[in-house]
């Protein structure tokens, strides 16, 4: 097991990977805690739950309105929770991102914690304090930055997850190592059989030293004025192209940070070589099954995308394996950039 912690300006949050997910008694009063989670994670681990009320919502990012943000209220209100309740969020990004933004706003705060249980959400989601819903095809366009007073991540729970789904949770995993790790590159590289296989011990270790990376940049820019930007490697593309094609959230990120890529060769920041060594783990960890032939008309996404200000984009490129750079681009020449690939 390890354990990280980390510190922004108004909050210290502890990070315990690896450590079994029913030790979760040991960070809350159970007399005063409420547990938000989904029908699916309920049906699975429910059983084992500890003895609070719990608010079950549908799966699904279709969930992840504003709708239900006031039926979760609601609830709360019903159970009599008051400023010093705790709500635990366990699930994967959908249940971090929704619990995260309801304790943010309920009373105007309540404490909370995630015990996480996708890979996609103990690499990204639950760190970091981004919190929100989506309203129609913007994806988190209501929301705030607010830190979890603490994160589970138990590999264990992974074993149960969709192979679709845990693939997904690799791309952000392996983003990290593509922006600040050579090393951490190199290790995946030596390592594919064991973490296709979801093994617990590899995946403590991968899980901790990619969250150090992502705890690293927030805690240098919390509010990504800056380099948290570098988070968004990937990003600018891969959302347009899953809000277009309706890819999973690994795989379209991946598609985007090799396309980052190509654009940081032509741009001359990165060798061929370094490519092809981006595209060849992103192949053996099977993030780039799903490419499309040809890439979907992606310029209205990208001019709504939420990082666009001034139409012009903060665009994150290598400029070497291990080194991403922020560059600002106008939006035109970006989605010409774009078009010139097809
Ligand atoms: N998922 C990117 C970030 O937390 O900044």
Known sequence: MEKLVYCTE????????????????????????????????HSIYGDNFPSCPVITIDPGEQTKSITTVESIV?????????????????????????????????????????????LLSQVDASTGGKNGVNSGVNKN?????????????????????????????????VKHAFIRDAGLLGFIE????????????????????SVKIKIDIVTSDEKERGI???????????????????MKHG?????GMLMAAQISVEMGLLDRNELGRIETVL??????????????????????DKKVEKNKIFFVLLEGIGNGVIREIRTDDLVGIIKNKK
């Open 10 to 41: 108004n909050s210290e949050t502890e990070l315990f990977i690896g450590k079994p997910w029913y030790e979760i008694g040991d960070h809350i009063d159970i007399s005063n805690t409420i547990i938000i989670t989904d029908s699916n994670i």
């Open 74 to 118: 609601e609830q709360l209100l019903e159970k009599g929770c008051d400023r010093t309740s705790f709500l635990l969020g366990i699930g994967g990004g959908v249940i971090c991102d929704i619990t995260g933004f309801v304790a943010s706003v309920y009373m105007r705060g309540v404490n909370f914690g995630f015990i996480s249980t996708t």
């Open 141 to 173: 366009i209501i929301g705030c930055i607010n830190q979890p007073s603490f994160v589970i991540c138990d590999p264990e729970m992974l074993k149960s997850l969709p192979e679709e789904e845990y693939i997904s949770g690799l791309g952000e995993l």
């Open 190 to 209: 030596e390592n594919i059989g064991s973490i296709l296989n979801r093994d617990h011990n590899l995946l403590t270790t991968l899980i901790s030293a």
């Open 228 to 246: 948290r930007r570098l988070l968004n490697f990937g990003h600018t593309i891969g959302h347009a192209v899953e809000i277009e094609l309706g």
């Open 251 to 255: 795989f379209a990120v991946s598609y």
């Open 283 to 304: 192949n053996k960890l099977k993030l780039l099954t799903d490419i499309p032939q040809e890439l979907p008309d992606v310029t209205e996404a990208i001019l709504k």
